[in-house]
């Protein structure tokens, strides 16, 4: 497509179970982000992929989160036994690359996570 | 201290005024500044994207960067009431992943 995707845009769910977040990255984009956006702050860095290399899971707040990307394209956020301070918009972010003159990202427009 | 100062409003500003929207920093190793905007219930956009320092326009909008000062900004000529929204500044180093810092966002309102 020509932009980023995500879905759900909305999800709802019980404390206490587990969620997958899915974000389909622009075509060619070799780099991809997540971020959480939560009420009153700026984006907070959870998790970087890049082409084949190990990713950058240093922004990740616990055990509980985990992310994969599959075929080095589409990517899912996992968030196990999620708790209300869970709650936030996780938005993803794709590049063409990191090098130099590689230019910003482009965002999808996130899943509004919800846990009550 | 955050790496990433943004004053977050709210600006109101009356249509057709000139805004000026600024963030400060702390780590002198960002050198890729940018600017977002972003819409209620909307992702990021990308609105501004400069390497160093310097000037860069773009329509209506003007970006500075000042290392020495360690301070961006963000001008808006003939503020339109389209141009309500929440601006972030985001930037980062030039080194592995480039991981964006985002200041907390000003929300601006253009009152027609």
């Known amino acids: 497509g020509a932009g980023v995707s995500q879905s759900p845009s909305n999800k709802v769910t019980e404390k206490g179970k587990d969620v997958e977040l899915r974000c389909d990255p622009i075509?060619?984009?070799?780099?991809l982000y997540w971020y959480r956006q939560s009420l009153g702050q700026g984006l907070e860095f959870l998790i970087y992929?890049?082409?084949?290399?190990?990713?950058?899971k240093s922004g990740l707040p616990s055990d509980r989160f985990s992310a994969e990307r599959t075929g080095g394209s589409v990517s899912t956020l996992t968030i196990q036994r999620t708790q209300q301070e869970d709650s936030a918009v996780y938005l993803c972010?794709?590049?063409?690359?990191?090098?130099?003159?590689?230019?910003?990202?482009?965002f999808g427009s996130g899943t509004r996570l919800t846990v009550v | 201290q955050k790496e990433v100062e943004q004053d977050p409003g709210p600006l109101s500003v009356p249509e057709g005024a000139i805004v000026s929207l600024n963030c400060t920093y702390s780590?002198?190793?960002?050198?890729?500044f940018m600017w977002y905007r972003q819409y209620s219930r909307k992702g990021p956009e990308l609105l501004m994207y400069t390497y160093s320092s310097g000037n860069k326009e773009d329509g209506r909008f003007t970006a500075q960067v000042d290392k020495s000062s360690k301070y961006i900004s963000l001008f808006i000529r003939d503020s339109q009431p389209s141009d309500s929204a929440t601006y972030l500044c985001?930037?980062?180093?030039?080194?592995?992943?480039?991981?964006?810092?985002f200041g907390q966002g000003t929300r601006l309102t253009i009152n027609p």
């Open positions: 985001a930037m980062s180093g030039i080194q592995g992943a480039q991981k964006l810092v």
């Open positions: 972010a794709s590049r063409p690359g990191t090098g130099a003159g590689t230019g910003g990202y482009t």
């Open positions: 075509s060619g984009h070799t780099a």
């Open positions: 992929f890049q082409g084949n290399s190990a990713p950058d």
């Open positions: 780590n002198s190793a960002f050198q890729y």
